[in-house]
């Protein structure tokens, strides 16, 4: 069988050194103050970046501009989610660049400029992000607001803005006058990208005859990423929309080199047809993801995250003082197994005591420092069952009798569209009021963001994941918090299958028939390991010890880019000449 995304291709050696990597993404958590980004896909993009930046490679990457953001969150007393915009100021952050370029729309053109924002890596390195930015005089009203609203409106408005990045994207790159050499989709958002490259190779105009050539050019240049473990998850447009928005003779082609999936546009497919590498973000999503697209090749590269955005100042101070080449080599955090018991509880506790008081300051709530706090925190997906915890109000209460206090943080925000993912933030917050006592503290704090993210992750004393197996491609708060030194309790799905050392790294819930005998062994796990082990304290450094020094030291961004170079980007290097060499040899 034809595997398009295995074939070598034969002539083809980019390298660091003659070019550039440009990164593609609708959605990146670039700074704190800046909300350009919704959640964990745009936090990854982010912390790819600001590692790549430190590692100094030589990279770019594109998105919009999303001049209104995501949307804040806001939840009344019943605990019913309402939406803000979170407009911010661009010039602020980012400078204007000189070049316009344009791209048709629904049979209009638009016209784009680009704002750039520099991330600096550790030793000063620069790598430039380009946002996309439609709001021009000479665009009509409509088109003006293309690039305000990251995930809003309708699918029309989204098939629009993917034009927009992927198209825009790849000329904006050509106006600046960029090397680039590897053109890297993260998710299928972007996957437009190779359609511009696809009509630059036949020469600009209409598509005209595409050879079998000219897609092995544009092959050799893409690379993809996906992100998606369903496929009622991947991007699709009907046939009439993308007929409709990007043109009667663009669809037709895609049509024909089997972008179309059950009578749709599935940018997934487009992805992989213009792919020389595919992966997923963690082993086992690999594995769903061949499994789902058999006819192409899809490895596998585990997420990370970015050790220096997520590690809490002790921490840090604590990594500095005794493995201080962290910074530049996270393999060093293996050696946290060396750090003293009390020298991790003391940073531990001040971790969690500025938890405490940004918790006291949102919500006027003061919880005690001394006992077990669980945290669950992320996008309010039905998946997710952020309500597992409450399968049995009575067990719970029982348990925390039991273990001395039990309290237990959440945030997250829904999709506005998503009503059921609305509805269950509601009866979390409909749940945590029917415990009053001072034995269970159950708290939702209101709009999940960067800032919240990361108090919670690295302040609280174990970090729970309850996905529906196997709907979690990665996860990565997890990671956040094991830099911290704080083990997991979570559904061994996604990262965790990699990251779960039972007792060391924290604890699996056992794979049950249904949500009832996954809800049964979380409870076992929190009354039979978790809660003993956090009344011995002697014993809980050293699980925090082994955290780090087991999953901190891998689930990071610095690995991860380092992977991508290694295998996505420049896969070419003596080694794989090696067997080829040594089959001369004995043939002769
Ligand atoms: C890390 C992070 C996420 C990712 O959450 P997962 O459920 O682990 O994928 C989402 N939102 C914010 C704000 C984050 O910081």
């Known amino acids: 069988m034809l595997k398009p995304s295995s074939m070598k291709p034969s002539n083809y050696e980019p390298t660091p050194a003659t070019g550039l990597v440009a990164y593609f993404s609708m959605e990146i958590a670039i700074n704190p103050r800046m909300p350009t980004y919704s959640g964990g896909l745009g936090m990854l993009a982010g912390d790819t970046l600001r590692s790549a930046a430190d590692l100094s490679t030589p990279m770019v990457a594109f998105s919009l501009l999303h001049r209104k953001g995501y949307f804040r969150q806001i939840l009344d007393a019943e605990g019913k989610q309402s939406e803000d915009a979170q407009p911010w100021q661009v010039e602020d952050f980012c400078t204007e660049e000189a070049p316009r370029v344009t791209v048709s729309v629904e049979n209009r053109i638009v016209t784009l400029r680009a704002w750039r924002y520099d991330v600096v890596g550790r030793s000063g390195h620069l790598l430039p992000i380009y946002m996309l930015d439609s709001d021009l005089a000479e665009n009509s009203e409509w088109d003006r607001r293309l690039t305000d609203h990251l995930y809003g409106g309708d699918s029309n408005y989204r098939l629009q803005q993917e034009i927009l990045l992927g198209m825009g994207g790849v000329r904006m790159s050509h106006a600046l006058g960029l090397p680039i050499n590897v053109y890297h989709m993260n998710e299928g958002h972007a996957a437009f990208l190779t359609l511009a490259l696809l009509e630059a190779q036949t020469g600009g105009g209409p598509l005209g005859q595409v050879s079998a050539t000219d897609i092995e050019a544009v092959r050799r240049k893409c690379v993809f990423t996906t992100h998606t473990p369903v496929p009622a998850g991947h991007d699709r447009f009907s046939m009439e929309q993308a007929r409709r928005i990007l043109g009667a003779e663009r669809t037709a082609r895609l049509e024909l080199l089997g972008c179309c999936h059950e009578g749709l546009l599935n940018m997934t497919y487009v992805a992989l047809r213009f792919s020389r590498y595919c992966?997923?973000?963690?082993?086992?999503?690999?594995?769903?993801?061949?499994?789902?697209?058999?006819?192409?090749?899809?490895?596998a590269i585990t997420n990370g995250v970015h050790g220096p955005t997520w590690v809490s100042e002790p921490f840090a101070e604590l990594f500095d003082r005794h493995m201080a080449s962290w910074r530049r080599d996270h393999l060093y955090l293996r050696n946290a197994i060396a750090i003293p018991a009390d020298e991790i509880l003391a940073a531990h506790a001040r971790t969690k005591e500025s938890l405490l008081a940004e918790v006291a300051s949102r919500t006027g709530l003061v919880l005690n420092p001394k006992v077990l706090t669980l945290g669950f925190a992320r996008r309010a997906a039905t998946y997710k069952r952020a309500d597992l915890l409450f399968r049995d109000p009575e067990r719970l209460l029982r348990m925390a009798q039991a273990a001395g206090g039990l309290q237990?943080?959440?945030?997250?925000?829904?999709?506005?569209?998503?009503?059921?993912?609305?509805?269950?933030?509601?009866?979390?917050?409909?749940?945590?009021?029917?415990?009053?006592?001072a034995d269970l503290r159950v708290v939702y704090l209101e709009n999940y963001d960067w800032n919240l993210g990361a108090a919670l992750t690295a302040g609280v004393d174990v970090w729970v994941n309850t996905p529906l197996r196997p709907y979690e491609a990665s996860g990565t708060s997890g990671m956040k918090a094991a830099l911290n030194g704080v083990p997991s309790l979570s559904i061994l799905d996604g990262w965790w299958i990699e990251g779960c050392i039972e007792g060391v790294t924290g604890w699996a819930i056992e794979d049950g028939a249904d949500d009832a005998a996954e809800a049964e062994s979380l409870y076992t796990k929190l009354e039979t390991a978790v809660t003993p082990a956090y009344a011995e304290q002697i014993r809980w450094a050293r699980l925090m010890a082994t955290t780090i020094a087991h999953n901190g030291s891998f689930f990071n961004t610095n690995r991860m880019v380092k992977q991508y170079i290694r295998n996505s980007y420049y896969p070419y290097d003596i080694t794989e000449e090696i067997p080829a060499m040594a089959e001369a040899v004995s043939a002769s």
């Open 279 to 299: 992966n997923g973000v963690a082993l086992k999503h690999g594995e769903v993801s061949q499994a789902m697209f058999p006819e192409y090749t899809i490895d």
């Open 408 to 437: 237990i943080l959440y945030a997250g925000k829904a999709h506005p569209q998503d009503e059921p993912g609305k509805a269950l933030i509601h009866s979390v917050i409909e749940k945590a009021k029917q415990y009053s006592g």
